[in-house]
């Protein structure tokens, strides 16, 4: 069983939608961000597992599972980018090239 840990302690709240509702979607983007990175991963790791139980298709799991991972690192980077535009430019090409997979 693995057992991970977070080396720090964020509280999120979430903005009142009726009185700010830019601050809300902010608020509710840094959350969704958060979350998809979560799913990525477990879904990297699962390829992984896969590949390790799977002899057969080893190369073809793991190969996924790179894929996977380079999809959250690309979706972090976007992250942390200034210009919005070409973060979600990255992020739709990293979606599409986890879903050809």
């Not at 720090?8 to 830019?22: I, K, Y």
């Not at 790179?66 to 990255?90: F, N, P, S, W, Y």
């Amino acid at each position: 069983m693995y057992k991970g840990t977070l080396n720090l302690s964020v509280h999120f709240g979430l903005a009142d939608s009726e009185c700010n509702p830019r601050q809300f979607v902010q608020d509710l983007r840094a959350i969704c961000e958060i979350l998809l990175s979560l799913l990525l991963q477990a879904h990297s790791q699962a390829l992984f597992a896969l590949a390790k139980t799977d002899p057969d298709y080893a190369e073809g799991w793991t190969d996924s599972a790179r894929v996977a991972e380079e999809v959250r690192q690309d979706c972090l980077h976007a992250g942390t980018m200034e210009d919005k535009i070409a973060a979600d430019q990255l992020v739709g090409e990293a979606l599409t090239k986890l879903s050809s997979r």
